[in-house]
């Protein structure tokens, strides 16, 4: 019986396993050396915050494995023998594949500061950095987070969390300021200004960590020469594809494992899925490397579907996103870039109290509508996938706003606001549709 062997038990890995598990019969290995199963990456700040245990992110229970006849394996893979098809484990005898998978994931970025292996100076990626923080961070009066990211700011609620005050560095002149308009970053910074002991530090960068007698870290100091004392570093400057393993392979990589658009790479019966996959070509405007649970989730759907027998290409269809910041809910539809970019016009909605923003991006010759950053609402993915495939306007969009309302009791108090500003805004005079005509339309 064909041997599927699956290095990585992340969402990718653990998706393609159970899809492959639903499709076929073929004998599936799974090879990991971080967990024993399967767990949440994207829990692991709860667990810290007291929210749940470690065993509370495990989605299966452990007899869920042998019920499907996926074999678990809790080690590394220290090398791959291509040409044998063979895996050479730290402990366990070697491993011979048929199909393999690589799901190996990503790594916190470093940049080679001076001081950057001083005890007290981590990244949070891994159940063991989890471990790490939670060691590193007792009896910590000031702590310094490096890098403005989705895991920086979860590091700083971490944090925050138990009293301990953060001085956040980014180095550009805003919050996430290579992904968020200037307009939203201003609400999460604002956002971050209610947590008084957290100082958001823009443009500002690491230069060198220095460390105690005990090589225990007691200071920073930044390109600008100011020293912050700290006994705590985070290091949140994103992530790498986690391949060191696998160069000096016949394995083509170059930051990631280089990968056709059905998964498959430069070797015959292996592909690489999630973090660590990087698409030789990209697919319109999305990144060749995608670091987000979701495409990795679609990814393990997709690489399954073809080993399976069904040939099949990743598409994940319109980008999507989201995220939460402190309190304020993120979602994100569509293209909105940092800078709009020529082509393209925008409207932006604020509430004038509220932590409540609508970002709004559509061409500026044919008025199609590109994407969408929200704040503080829940909108409807569906129907935003279906404005971006039918091509919408902008003025539809305005139009029907009511349709992508995810909860009307609460939303419905700002659409006639926010069509109202648009209106004035850009001269027109756009009509809600009412909420019965969208209605039977749903219904
Ligand atoms: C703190 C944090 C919060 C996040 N929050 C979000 C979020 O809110 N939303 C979102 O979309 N994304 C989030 N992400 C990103 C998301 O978690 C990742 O994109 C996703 O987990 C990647 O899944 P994966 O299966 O590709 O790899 P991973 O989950 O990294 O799994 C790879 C596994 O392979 C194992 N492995 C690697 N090399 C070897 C080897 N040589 N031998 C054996 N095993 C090996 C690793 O130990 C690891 O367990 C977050 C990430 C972090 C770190």
Redesign the pocket.
């Known amino acids: 019986m064909k041997h599927i062997v699956i290095?990585?038990?992340?969402?990718?890995?653990?998706?393609a396993a159970r899809h492959i598990r639903k499709k076929s019969d073929y004998k599936i290995t799974v090879?990991?050396?971080?967990?024993e199963y399967f767990f949440?990456?994207?829990?692991?700040?709860y667990v810290y915050m007291g929210h749940m245990r470690f065993e509370d992110t495990q989605p299966y229970e452990p007899y869920f494995w042998k019920k499907n006849r996926i074999e678990l394996i809790h080690?590394?893979?220290?090398t791959i023998d291509f040409d044998a098809k063979t895996l050479k484990?730290?402990q366990q005898s070697d491993l011979h594949y048929d199909d393999l998978i690589l799901?190996?994931?990503?790594?916190?970025n470093t940049f080679g500061w001076p001081g950057q292996d001083l005890k007290g100076v981590q990244?949070?990626?891994?159940?063991q950095?989890l471990e790490a923080m939670e060691a590193n961070s007792k009896g910590v009066t000031q702590a310094v987070i490096v890098g403005g990211g989705?895991?920086g700011v979860?590091?700083a609620e971490m944090l925050l969390s138990r009293d301990i005050p953060v001085k956040f560095l980014v180095r550009e002149d805003r919050f996430w300021g290579g992904i968020l308009p200037r307009a939203d970053a201003d609400l999460i910074e604002g956002q971050m200004a209610q947590h008084h002991a957290l100082d958001l530090c823009k443009e500002t960068e690491l230069e060198a960590i220095q460390g105690d007698d005990n090589g225990r870290v007691k200071s920073i100091t930044t390109k600008s020469g100011e020293t912050i004392p700290c006994q705590f570093v985070g290091l949140t400057v994103g992530?790498t594809p986690?391949v060191d393993?696998?160069r000096g392979t016949t394995l083509e990589i170059d930051r990631g494992i280089l990968v056709n658009p059905d998964l498959s790479t430069s070797i015959p019966n292996v592909y690489a899925?999630?973090?660590?996959?990087q698409f030789k070509r990209s697919n319109g405007m999305r990144r060749s490397i995608?670091?987000?649970?979701?495409?990795?989730r679609m990814?393990?759907e997709t690489v399954a579907e073809t080993i399976c027998g069904n040939p099949t290409n990743y598409s994940p269809g319109h980008w999507f996103?989201?995220?939460?910041f402190f309190d304020v809910e993120y979602q994100t539809y569509g293209w909105v870039w940092n800078e709009l970019k020529e082509d393209e016009e925008e409207f932006i909605w604020r509430h004038p109290q509220k932590e409540i923003l609508m970002h709004f991006v559509f061409d500026k010759d044919t008025l199609t509508f590109k994407g969408i950053n929200n704040f503080g609402i829940r909108l409807r993915h569906e129907v935003f996938d279906n404005w971006l495939n039918q091509s919408a306007t902008i003025d539809e969009v305005m139009t029907n706003l009511r349709r992508a309302n995810f909860d009307p009791e609460f939303f419905s108090t700002y659409e006639k606001e926010i069509v109202a500003a648009y209106n004035q805004q850009f001269n027109k005079h756009i009509q809600l549709a009412s909420k019965k005509w969208w209605r039977r339309i749903l219904a």
Do not use: H
Not at 75 to 78: A, G
Not at 321 to 324: L, P, Q
């Open positions: 290095v990585g038990n992340g969402i990718a890995g653990i998706t090879v990991s050396a971080e967990s949440s990456r994207t829990a692991l700040m080690d590394c893979v220290t484990l730290e799901a190996v994931g990503s790594k916190p990244g949070l990626y891994s159940k950095d989705l895991i979860e590091m992530v986690n393993f696998l899925i999630g973090d660590c996959a995608e670091q987000v649970w979701y495409t990795g990814m393990g996103n989201s995220a939460k």
